[in-house]
T-cell receptor
Framework: AQTVTQSQPEMSVQEAETVTLSCTYD???????LFWYKQPPSRQMILVIR??????QNATENRFSVNFQKAAKSFSLKISDSQLGDAAMYFC???????????FGTGTRLTIIP | DGGITQSPKYLFRKEGQNVTLSCEQN?????MYWYRQDPGQGLRLIYY???????QKGDIAEGYSVSREKKESFPLTVTSAQKNPTAFYLC?????????????FGSGTRLTVV
């Protein structure tokens, strides 16, 4: 069974600064994907970024990037040039072929300070 | 536009009543999922279905039931056996293999017992 740990229940960052959200996981899969989802106050879940475990290169989507350390089973999300619209809950979720469940962490609430 | 529609947005249930939450998708996705979200917790899987007329229990299936008679529809019934149904419910869908694309979520239903 997969487990996911997000050790930072809450984080805050000044607008335009950079913040990193941490995630560690444990899976028995050898080939899998990792996702970060964002849940703003509207509660709509939005896919932020995904990482393929067999790729060494870290994924990047505009201001969002990941630091993927496969051996350490760590998958952190870096948000650069933070904007007010980035305020949300962020969930880390590993997934694997043949694994019928996408497991979510408990989330990190990110506050942006103007 | 393609997407997932959940209805109603808010639902109130009296003690002892069964209620049904609707989830419809026009993305032609094979798999559909129901998650429950409680304050301070991540998403917990209730039921999932990967093909029509087939579904599996998730981690917290007790007190819930589902059906998958059509590819587009995956309704969730919260029965009177569910002792603490007040929560936010999210429906999601995905192409297979899921890992390549992640989930698309609906906007959720807030269920309150009165």
């Amino acid at each position: 069974a997969q487990t996911v740990t997000q050790s930072q229940p809450e984080m805050s960052v000044q607008e335009a600064e950079t913040v990193t959200l941490s995630c560690t996981y444990d899976t028995s899969e050898s080939d899998y994907y990792l996702f970060w989802y964002k849940q703003p106050p509207s509660r709509q879940m939005i896919l932020v970024i995904r990482q393929e475990a067999y790729k060494q290169q870290n994924a990047t989507e505009n201001r969002f990037s990941v630091n993927f350390q496969k051996a350490a089973k760590s998958f952190s999300l870096k948000i650069s040039d933070s904007q007010l619209g980035d305020a949300a809950m962020y969930f880390c979720a590993p997934d694997g072929f043949g694994n019928e469940k996408l497991t979510f962490g408990t989330g990190t609430r990110l506050t942006i300070i103007p | 536009d393609g997407g997932i529609t959940q209805s109603p947005k808010y639902l109130f249930r009296k003690e002892g009543q069964n209620v049904t939450l609707s989830c419809e998708q026009n993305l032609n996705h094979d798999a559909m999922y129901w998650y429950r979200q409680d304050p301070g917790q991540g998403l917990r899987l209730i039921y999932y279905s990967q093909i029509v007329n087939d579904f599996q229990k998730g981690d917290i299936a007790e007190g819930y039931s589902v059906s998958r008679e059509k590819k587009e529809s995956f309704p969730l019934t919260v029965t009177s056996a569910q002792k603490n149904p007040t929560a936010f419910y999210l429906c999601a869908s995905s192409m297979r293999p899921r890992g390549a694309y992640g989930y698309t979520f609906g906007s959720g239903t807030r269920l309150t017992v009165v």
